[in-house]
């Protein structure tokens, strides 16, 4: 069984569509998992939940899903608090209410090979669990977990990691990389007898022309985001990554 998981794709269709003709490049998947943020500052959020549809891939919450979905008592600055209005509206009630009923996790394979996809931690939507995490906040993220590969997001930053005989994969980002690499990223998984294989792929995209999508689409803030889509890595990770 092939699967592949992308993640973080945050209203960049053209970013999606660049992960998905990858995909279909490297022989396809069984199933396609997106894994929680889908659709915030970005220029496309209905047509990214549209394509999602379009390709029968299964999808999960984000952080940033719930937000917009289901909200509840987080405060938000007034720049962010208008670019959740502007999505929402972009969006429609009908994505509106599925995105408020994606579920948290999901679970493929039987026992104790399991792949568990979640967003950013079997635990919370919201809470990254960098590739340098200590024992103790591993532990207190992933608990007594059976599942002996998981997926995730959230990060932007992708690795792979062993911990406890378990393998924890971040899957990149398929709208918003933050690692220093400009590409988007998604990551495939073959099931094994001895557990499940990894085949990280990254793949150029047009920057220019989210951009320009970005300018033209009417969302606030749109300078913040272009800035953020061009640095592609994180400001606090300047002096670790070129």
Known sequence: MRIAVLSDIHGN?????????????????????????????????????????EVGAQAIRGNTDR??????????ETLEHAQ??????DLGEKYLRWLADLPFALR???GDNQLLIVHANPSTDDEHMWPDADDDTLARLIGSE????IAFGHLHL????????????NVASAGLPKDGDARVGYTIFTERSGGWEVKQRRIEFDVKR???QLTSCGIPGSEELIA???RHRYKRLKGYVP
């Open 13 to 53: 269709l053209v970013g999606l569509d660049a992960c998905l003709a990858d995909l279909h490049a490297q022989g396809g998947a069984d199933a396609i998992v997106a894994a929680g943020d889908l659709c915030l500052d970005g220029p496309k959020p209905k047509k990214v939940l549209q394509r999602l549809e």
């Open 67 to 76: 937000y917009l979905g289901a909200p509840g008592n987080e405060t938000f």
């Open 84 to 89: 959740l209005e502007w999505t929402r509206h």
């Open 108 to 110: 493929i394979g039987e």
């Open 146 to 149: 059976r599942a002996n590969t």
């Open 158 to 169: 992708p690795y792979v990691r062993h911990w406890r005989g378990k393998l924890l994969v």
């Open 210 to 212: 989210v951009a320009t």
């Open 228 to 230: 953020t889509l061009r």
